[in-house]
């Protein structure tokens, strides 16, 4: 019963290679995210979406790619791989209520890395 | 351009003492403040949560207080135990946004 799940968990891969990172939340959330934790620790956020739109893309190289097929899954897809691409990167979502703020609930972070 | 800083990269306190965890933040915008625990390979919790229109939030053994004129936000953890041991992530944010900006965290180790 897991909230948000990312899959796979590790990834070691080759410069230039594609690859992809998948994230499923079962919490009827509205608002998924994508974020990066590099290794001075930042936690930074890169791309938004609600409701399957796109709300925030960080000035992140277009070789990031989010996709939404519907509210509970949001994958990344990365084009040629880059070594400054190795890193955790952690999905998360919430609730999106207009009145309240609403606490990320996250997944247990892929740790991503370019040989 | 940091936003949102933890100064402390790390805190060592003795099991049943107070942890005092600190959080500064430039953006006099952020309207709403977070703290998230992260153990090892976990992906990051959501601890407590305090609105700017406060400036003291408790949660059991956990107690935020934010200070917005000199733009601080602390955590106080009474009586800190060895299950507290983790990182510390205060987030902000601002009404109209979802983004949430993150400090770098803090490493908490309670010693038994």
């Known amino acids: 019963d897991t909230a948000v799940s990312q899959t796979p968990k590790y990834l070691v891969t080759q410069m230039g290679n594609d690859k992809s990172i998948k994230c499923e939340q079962n919490?009827?959330?509205?608002?998924m995210y994508w974020y990066k934790q590099d290794s001075k620790k930042f936690l930074k956020i890169m791309f938004s979406?609600?409701?399957?739109?796109?709300?925030i893309n960080e000035t992140v190289p277009n070789r990031f790619s989010p996709k939404s097929p519907d509210k509970a899954h949001l994958n990344l897809h990365i084009n040629s791989l880059e070594l400054g691409d190795s890193a955790v990167y952690f999905c998360?979502?919430?609730?999106?209520?207009?009145?309240?703020?609403?606490?990320?609930?996250f997944g247990p972070g892929t740790r991503l890395t370019v040989l | 351009d940091q936003q949102v800083k933890q100064n402390s990269p790390s805190l060592s306190v003795q099991e049943g003492r107070i942890s005092i965890l600190n959080c500064d933040y430039t953006?006099?915008?952020?309207?709403?403040f977070l703290w998230y625990k992260k153990y090892p390979a976990e992906g990051p919790t959501f601890l407590i949560s305090?609105?700017?229109?406060?400036d003291k939030n408790e949660d059991g053994r956990f107690t935020v207080f934010l200070n917005k004129s000199a733009k601080h936000l602390s955590l106080h953890i009474v009586p800190s135990q060895p299950g507290d041991s983790a990182v510390y992530f205060c987030a902000a944010t601002h009404s109209g946004t979802y983004k949430y900006i993150f400090g770098t965290g803090t490493r908490l180790k309670v010693l038994a």
């Open positions: 979406y609600n409701n399957k739109e796109l709300i």
């Open positions: 305090i609105s700017s229109i406060k």
């Open positions: 998360a979502s919430s609730r999106s209520d207009r009145v309240k703020y609403n606490e990320q609930f």
């Open positions: 953006n006099s915008m952020f309207d709403y």
């Open positions: 919490l009827g959330h509205d608002t």
